[in-house]
């Protein structure tokens, strides 16, 4: 069992930035892929970002690229989502999701994909 624990979640004017953080407790943080993912009210989650086990595989929602970056440190078992110039419609609320993985540079992109997910941050972006 792996228990996931999302903070840095909040409001923020247009144009600022956030850094959410993942902690991973339970099972070894260095054998997962990890993923961030959003929901708006009223729509599906959606893919944010992912990071391969090692960090060398990354990759990201055409919506937040260049904007956003994932990062991990396996020492600390957390995984982070830099957020800068946010817009509104960034207004999610956030979820970090992990999966054990074989591979050390292999990396998922579907909600189906991950096997423990957080209970989610709230991410508020005003205009």
């Known amino acids: 069992q792996v228990q996931l624990v999302e903070s840095g979640g909040g409001l923020v004017q247009a144009g600022g930035s956030l850094r959410l953080s993942c902690a991973a407790s339970g099972r070894t943080f260095s054998n997962f892929v990890n993923g961030w993912f959003r929901q708006a009210p009223g729509k599906e989650r959606e893919f944010v970002a992912a990071?391969?086990?090692?960090?060398?595989?990354?990759a990201y929602a055409d919506s937040v690229k260049g904007r956003f970056t994932i990062s991990r440190d396996n020492a600390k078992n957390t995984v982070y989502l830099q957020m800068n110039t946010l817009k509104p419609e960034d207004t999610a609320v956030y979820y970090c999701a992990v999966r054990p993985a074989l591979y050390y540079s292999v990396i998922y992109l579907k909600p189906d994909d991950y096997q423990y997910w957080g209970q989610g941050t709230q991410v508020t972006v005003s205009s």
């Open positions: 990071i391969s086990r090692n960090g060398g595989s990354t």
